[in-house]
């Protein structure tokens, strides 16, 4: 974020348009795909000599983490696919996959068609039945911790 020339051979800092009759200063920036200099017109209130695409306008949002938490608070509006509450669905969900493993090693389950779709994460197969018994030892103290109801 300098006003430094790129290292690109035929790198330039002006950029003569309307047929030869206007001379501006021409965006520095530098396609990541290509390797060329943007060919737009750095706007003249730039600091860092870029167009609008490419931060021209030198505001990139808040750099704070109180102006980043205000900006995040500003954006959610119910928390419900927050980092929290989307783990906290995960967990819930695995549970859930996992008392179905129990449900089918205990017998109580006589058909072995699966629950289908995507397994969170954080699941864990129960296959027998000390995984059965390393459940219940788990879920016991992950109800002594207790974050999250499920
Ligand atoms: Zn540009």
Excluded: W
């Excluded at 109180?66 to 959610?76: D, E, L, Q």
């Excluded at 859930?96 to 197969?125: F, H, M």
């Amino acid at each position: 974020m300098s006003s430094m020339p790129p290292s690109t051979t035929n790198y330039s800092a002006l950029l003569i348009t309307a047929g030869g009759r206007l001379v501006c200063a021409r965006c520095t920036a530098k396609s990541k795909r290509t390797g060329e200099q943007c060919g737009r017109p750095a706007l003249k209130a730039s600091k860092n000599q870029k167009c609008e695409f490419h931060g021209g306008r030198g505001n990139s949002g808040p750099k704070t983490p109180k102006g980043k938490a205000r900006a995040a608070a500003a954006h959610t509006k119910t928390g419900e696919f927050s980092k929290a509450a989307r783990e906290a669905h995960a967990r819930a969900s695995a549970r859930l996959l996992r008392l179905e493993d129990a449900a089918i090693v205990l017998g109580l389950i006589t058909d072995t068609r699966r629950s289908p779709g995507r397994k969170p994460n954080c699941y864990v197969q129960v296959k027998d039945l000390a995984g059965v018994a390393q459940m219940m030892v788990d879920d016991v103290l992950h109800r002594v911790g207790g974050s999250d109801g499920g």
